[in-house]
């Protein structure tokens, strides 16, 4: 099955109340974690490249690890650029055959971020693929975005900004932030439903996006910790609050910081556990399968996007 564009995903997540999970990928042992949850669950997914995973594997790469990926499971895949920074970026992803591309200009005045989110989407609609653009502000470090708080995205703004750039997604700012550390340790986490409402009901059958939205799973944290990692304090956005948001106009949620932190413990498990170990294969092996099965979990109590092909 060929690269897919997020529409019909998209518009079958807005009719029926789920979310696309939409999965940050850095090498094989990821993609193929993901891969199998997907297909076990029927779920349609967005592999996501940053442009730290694009600077560590390379372009190429990644581009060839994900063909590899399509071609083995019969699942329609987004190939899409996370936080692309600027035009020239989103450019060579397209032109090396990605399906969707984030221009991120949230760090941007208003009137700037529209001129460069509407320069990408002429020229990746030309190409057929589709633009996510943001803004607000999400608090937090996210490859070469660092905000040190939030700045909630305005209703009357979103839809002036969608209006005027044709962008086909957006990511909004209502409360969830990058990292493993969004809210503190004794702060009752929540989101501004309220505002996401209101921005839903402005632009009916849009899809919506949220960034910032891994949750922090505390038994990952706790099996980093027991083996000699140092991510105390580490909190995330409840599952509850998620789901409500992919039940609502939210059509992808990002995941990212919960790859890294169940692939982390699976490996620092299994060096403790057998420390005359120098095979690769027999810690990524227990590494792939944390991030399956922790996929697995998003997809049927999170995103709710079983059998959604």
């Not at 019969?74 to 969707?100: M, Q, R, T």
């Not at 020229?123 to 905000?147: P, Q």
């Not at 810690?283 to 079983?306: C, D, F, Q, T, W």
Request: aromatic fraction near 8%; charge should be negative.
């Amino acid at each position: 099955m060929p690269l897919t564009t997020p529409k019909n995903m998209f518009d079958r997540a807005y009719k029926e109340g789920f979310a696309v999970g939409a999965f940050n990928v850095n090498n094989m042992e990821i993609i193929q974690g993901i891969m199998a949850a997907c297909d076990e669950e029927r779920s349609p997914l967005i592999l996501q490249v940053s442009a730290g995973a694009k600077k560590y594997a390379g372009l190429v790469y990644i581009r060839k690890l994900v063909e590899a990926a399509v071609a083995d499971k019969d699942l329609p895949v987004v190939l899409h650029l996370d936080h692309g920074a600027n035009y020239e970026i989103c450019k060579e992803v397209i032109d090396a055959g990605f399906s969707s591309v984030m221009i991120d200009g949230s760090h941007l005045p208003f009137e700037e971020n529209i001129a460069e989110t509407k320069k990408v989407v002429e020229y990746a609609h030309d190409k057929g693929v589709w633009v996510e653009a943001e803004l607000g502000r999400l608090a937090g470090m996210e490859e070469h975005v660092y905000s040190e708080k939030s700045i909630y995205t305005d209703p009357d703004e979103a839809v002036e900004f969608v209006e005027r750039t044709g962008c086909d997604s957006l990511a909004i700012a209502i409360g969830t932030s990058h990292g493993a550390y969004k809210f503190k340790m004794d702060a009752e986490p929540e989101l501004d439903f309220e505002r996401l409402d209101t921005i839903a009901s402005r632009m009916p059958g849009y899809p919506i996006v949220l960034h910032g939205a891994s949750s922090v799973p505390q038994e990952f944290v706790t099996e980093c910790n027991a083996y000699g990692g140092q991510v105390e304090g580490a909190k995330g956005v409840p599952e509850a609050l998620l789901r409500k948001a992919a039940s609502k106009a939210v059509c992808k949620i990002n995941i990212d910081t919960d790859i890294r932190l169940a692939m982390t413990a699976a490996i620092r498990k299994s060096l403790a556990d057998n420390p005359t170990n120098f095979d690769p294969r027999k810690y990524l092996g227990p590494a792939r399968e944390a991030v399956k099965n922790m996929v697995a979990h998003k997809i049927r109590h999170v995103l709710g996007s079983s059998n959604k092909i």
